[in-house]
């Protein structure tokens, strides 16, 4: 049960994958790992803009509601967190391509 749970991520990923318009998409000749990776990376860097400026507003007094702050607030940090754990994950498994005896 617990590795049906630790997959959900991943099937959002996908999901944003599919519905962010500038990356390229898997199956099509310009979609590579590359630009896919690229994609994800300015998606990140939007959503944490987004939450920089709701976080801005809402120290002027411009901000609708805290909890949409909130909101955008963790968004970005889960999404920044993914992140993290995805380049952490392509680093072990580059390391152990490395280690390997040919």
């Known amino acids: 049960m617990t590795q049906v749970q630790s997959l959900a991520p991943l099937v959002d990923v996908g999901a944003a994958m599919q519905s962010t318009p500038s990356i390229a998409e898997p199956g099509h000749p310009g979609a590579t790992f590359s630009s896919i990776l690229q994609g994800q990376i ?4 939007r959503t944490l803009k987004a939450a ?4 801005l507003k809402l120290a ?4 609708p509601s805290l909890h949409q702050v909130m909101i955008s607030l963790e968004k970005a940090r889960i999404a920044f967190q993914m992140t ?3 380049r952490n994950r392509l680093m072990e498994g580059w390391q152990d391509l490395q280690r390997m005896q040919l």
């Open 42 to 45: 300015a998606e990140l860097d």
């Open 52 to 55: 920089e400026m709701q976080s």
């Open 60 to 63: 002027s007094g411009e901000a």
């Open 84 to 86: 993290v754990q995805i």
